[in-house]
Protein backbone atom coordinates (compact mmCIF):
# COMPACT_ATOMS: atom_id res chain seq x y z
CA UNK A 1 0.00 0.00 0.00
CA UNK A 2 1.20 3.61 -0.75
CA UNK A 3 2.68 5.08 2.58
CA UNK A 4 0.38 8.03 1.25
CA UNK A 5 -1.82 9.25 -0.53
CA UNK A 6 -2.01 12.92 -0.42
CA UNK A 7 -5.19 15.33 -1.35
CA UNK A 8 -4.47 16.13 -4.91
CA UNK A 9 -3.74 19.66 -5.84
CA UNK A 10 -6.76 21.54 -7.45
CA UNK A 11 -5.15 20.65 -11.20
CA UNK A 12 -5.47 17.71 -10.47
CA UNK A 13 -9.39 17.25 -11.60
CA UNK A 14 -12.24 19.57 -12.66
CA UNK A 15 -13.49 21.91 -10.56
CA UNK A 16 -16.88 19.45 -10.61
CA UNK A 17 -15.41 17.56 -8.46
CA UNK A 18 -13.47 19.81 -5.83
CA UNK A 19 -17.30 19.09 -3.56
CA UNK A 20 -16.34 15.49 -3.57
CA UNK A 21 -12.32 15.86 -2.73
CA UNK A 22 -13.47 18.21 0.38
CA UNK A 23 -16.02 15.76 1.60
CA UNK A 24 -13.34 13.31 1.63
CA UNK A 25 -10.59 15.57 3.42
CA UNK A 26 -14.22 16.63 6.31
CA UNK A 27 -14.86 13.00 6.38
CA UNK A 28 -11.42 12.01 7.21
CA UNK A 29 -10.74 15.18 9.93
CA UNK A 30 -13.89 14.15 11.88
CA UNK A 31 -12.98 10.65 11.82
CA UNK A 32 -9.65 11.47 13.02
CA UNK A 33 -8.30 9.52 9.91
CA UNK A 34 -4.64 9.93 8.24
CA UNK A 35 -4.96 8.41 5.26
CA UNK A 36 -7.44 8.32 2.25
CA UNK A 37 -6.88 4.43 2.27
CA UNK A 38 -8.69 4.03 5.88
CA UNK A 39 -11.60 6.02 4.82
CA UNK A 40 -12.10 3.48 1.70
CA UNK A 41 -11.55 1.33 4.25
CA UNK A 42 -14.04 2.90 7.23
CA UNK A 43 -16.64 3.13 4.44
CA UNK A 44 -17.08 -0.68 3.35
CA UNK A 45 -17.94 -1.57 6.84
CA UNK A 46 -19.97 1.94 7.51
CA UNK A 47 -21.83 0.43 4.31
CA UNK A 48 -22.32 -2.61 5.15
CA UNK A 49 -23.57 -1.79 8.70
CA UNK A 50 -26.18 0.99 8.17
CA UNK A 51 -27.58 -1.70 5.08
CA UNK A 52 -28.31 -4.23 7.07
CA UNK A 53 -30.28 -2.27 9.23
CA UNK A 54 -32.72 -0.95 6.42
CA UNK A 55 -36.32 -3.14 5.81
CA UNK A 56 -36.14 -4.03 1.98
CA UNK A 57 -39.41 -1.90 1.92
CA UNK A 58 -37.23 0.87 2.42
CA UNK A 59 -35.84 0.24 -1.12
CA UNK A 60 -38.14 2.08 -3.26
CA UNK A 61 -38.49 5.34 -0.74
CA UNK A 62 -38.37 8.92 -2.74
CA UNK A 63 -37.20 11.53 -0.46
CA UNK A 64 -39.19 13.75 -2.60
CA UNK A 65 -41.05 13.33 -6.19
CA UNK A 66 -38.57 13.44 -9.08
CA UNK A 67 -35.77 12.28 -6.80
CA UNK A 68 -34.16 8.68 -7.27
CA UNK A 69 -35.46 5.97 -4.92
CA UNK A 70 -33.00 4.56 -2.41
CA UNK A 71 -32.44 1.95 -4.51
CA UNK A 72 -31.77 3.56 -7.67
CA UNK A 73 -29.08 5.99 -5.46
CA UNK A 74 -26.92 2.97 -4.42
CA UNK A 75 -26.83 1.54 -7.77
CA UNK A 76 -25.84 4.81 -8.79
CA UNK A 77 -23.14 4.63 -6.16
CA UNK A 78 -21.76 1.66 -7.49
CA UNK A 79 -21.69 2.48 -10.87
CA UNK A 80 -19.68 5.62 -10.25
CA UNK A 81 -17.51 3.48 -8.35
CA UNK A 82 -16.85 1.35 -10.97
CA UNK A 83 -16.66 3.93 -13.53
CA UNK A 84 -14.14 5.91 -11.91
CA UNK A 85 -12.22 2.81 -10.46
CA UNK A 86 -11.85 1.86 -14.14
CA UNK A 87 -10.82 5.47 -14.69
CA UNK A 88 -8.59 4.76 -12.22
CA UNK A 89 -6.78 1.71 -13.76
CA UNK A 90 -6.82 2.82 -17.28
CA UNK A 91 -4.86 6.09 -16.43
CA UNK A 92 -2.71 4.38 -13.10
CA UNK A 93 -1.33 2.35 -15.90
CA UNK A 94 -0.36 5.11 -18.26
CA UNK A 95 -2.78 4.89 -20.86
CA UNK A 96 -3.27 8.33 -22.23
CA UNK A 97 -6.38 7.76 -24.34
CA UNK A 98 -9.04 10.10 -23.38
CA UNK A 99 -11.92 8.26 -21.57
CA UNK A 100 -15.47 9.21 -22.08
CA UNK A 101 -18.17 10.39 -19.88
CA UNK A 102 -20.97 8.42 -18.58
CA UNK A 103 -25.07 10.47 -18.14
CA UNK A 104 -26.21 9.00 -14.51
CA UNK A 105 -29.74 10.28 -14.81
CA UNK A 106 -29.39 8.03 -18.21
CA UNK A 107 -28.20 4.63 -16.62
CA UNK A 108 -30.47 5.11 -13.26
CA UNK A 109 -33.19 3.93 -15.10
CA UNK A 110 -31.50 0.85 -17.26
CA UNK A 111 -30.23 -0.21 -13.44
CA UNK A 112 -33.57 -1.85 -13.30
CA UNK A 113 -32.85 -1.10 -9.47
CA UNK A 114 -36.24 -1.69 -8.40
CA UNK A 115 -36.39 -5.35 -9.15
CA UNK A 116 -33.33 -5.60 -7.01
CA UNK A 117 -33.23 -6.60 -3.07
CA UNK A 118 -31.31 -4.23 -0.76
CA UNK A 119 -29.39 -7.07 0.36
CA UNK A 120 -28.43 -7.88 -2.98
CA UNK A 121 -27.56 -4.05 -3.92
CA UNK A 122 -25.21 -3.94 -0.13
CA UNK A 123 -23.52 -7.43 -1.45
CA UNK A 124 -22.53 -5.84 -4.44
CA UNK A 125 -21.85 -2.45 -3.37
CA UNK A 126 -19.37 -4.26 -0.69
CA UNK A 127 -17.76 -6.28 -3.42
CA UNK A 128 -17.10 -3.09 -5.34
CA UNK A 129 -15.23 -1.44 -2.98
CA UNK A 130 -13.31 -4.56 -1.87
CA UNK A 131 -12.07 -4.70 -5.93
CA UNK A 132 -11.62 -0.74 -5.78
CA UNK A 133 -9.77 -1.20 -2.36
CA UNK A 134 -7.42 -3.72 -4.06
CA UNK A 135 -6.68 -2.01 -6.80
CA UNK A 136 -5.92 1.60 -4.97
CA UNK A 137 -3.41 -0.98 -2.35
CA UNK A 138 -1.31 -1.89 -5.33
CA UNK A 139 -0.73 1.60 -6.69
CA UNK A 140 2.55 3.26 -5.96
CA UNK A 141 3.61 6.78 -5.84
CA UNK A 142 4.41 7.21 -9.76
CA UNK A 143 1.00 4.95 -10.59
CA UNK A 144 -0.98 7.79 -8.35
CA UNK A 145 0.45 10.36 -9.86
CA UNK A 146 -0.31 9.48 -13.48
CA UNK A 147 -2.82 12.12 -15.66
CA UNK A 148 -4.97 11.31 -18.07
CA UNK A 149 -8.63 12.69 -19.51
CA UNK A 150 -11.76 12.02 -18.51
CA UNK A 151 -14.80 13.59 -19.69
CA UNK A 152 -12.75 15.98 -21.40
CA UNK A 153 -11.32 17.06 -18.43
CA UNK A 154 -7.75 16.05 -16.57
CA UNK A 155 -7.28 14.30 -13.62
CA UNK A 156 -4.79 12.11 -11.97
CA UNK A 157 -5.26 8.74 -10.82
CA UNK A 158 -4.57 10.69 -6.77
CA UNK A 159 -7.64 12.53 -7.67
CA UNK A 160 -9.72 9.48 -8.44
CA UNK A 161 -9.53 7.34 -5.47
CA UNK A 162 -10.22 10.46 -3.14
CA UNK A 163 -13.62 11.85 -5.57
CA UNK A 164 -14.59 7.79 -4.98
CA UNK A 165 -13.96 8.43 -1.11
CA UNK A 166 -15.87 11.49 -1.00
CA UNK A 167 -18.51 10.54 -3.61
CA UNK A 168 -19.81 7.85 -1.11
CA UNK A 169 -18.90 10.35 1.87
CA UNK A 170 -21.53 12.01 0.06
CA UNK A 171 -24.12 9.67 -0.50
CA UNK A 172 -23.55 8.02 3.08
CA UNK A 173 -24.86 11.25 4.26
CA UNK A 174 -27.81 11.78 2.03
CA UNK A 175 -28.84 8.10 2.95
CA UNK A 176 -28.51 9.14 6.70
CA UNK A 177 -30.25 12.41 6.25
CA UNK A 178 -32.66 12.13 3.59
CA UNK A 179 -33.60 8.29 2.75
CA UNK A 180 -33.58 7.00 6.56
CA UNK A 181 -33.98 9.49 8.79
CA UNK A 182 -38.09 10.22 8.27
Known amino acids: MPTDIFRPGDDEFAPYYAGYIDQAARTMAARGLSHVVQLL ?99 DAEALAQRGVASGKGVSARALVWMMAGHLAHHLTLTREQYLSS
Open 41 to 139: EAQRTECETLLGTVPEERAAYRYAPGKWTLAESLVHVIDTERVFAYRLLRIARGDSTPLPGFEQDDWVPASRAGQRTLASIARELGAVRTATLELVKSL
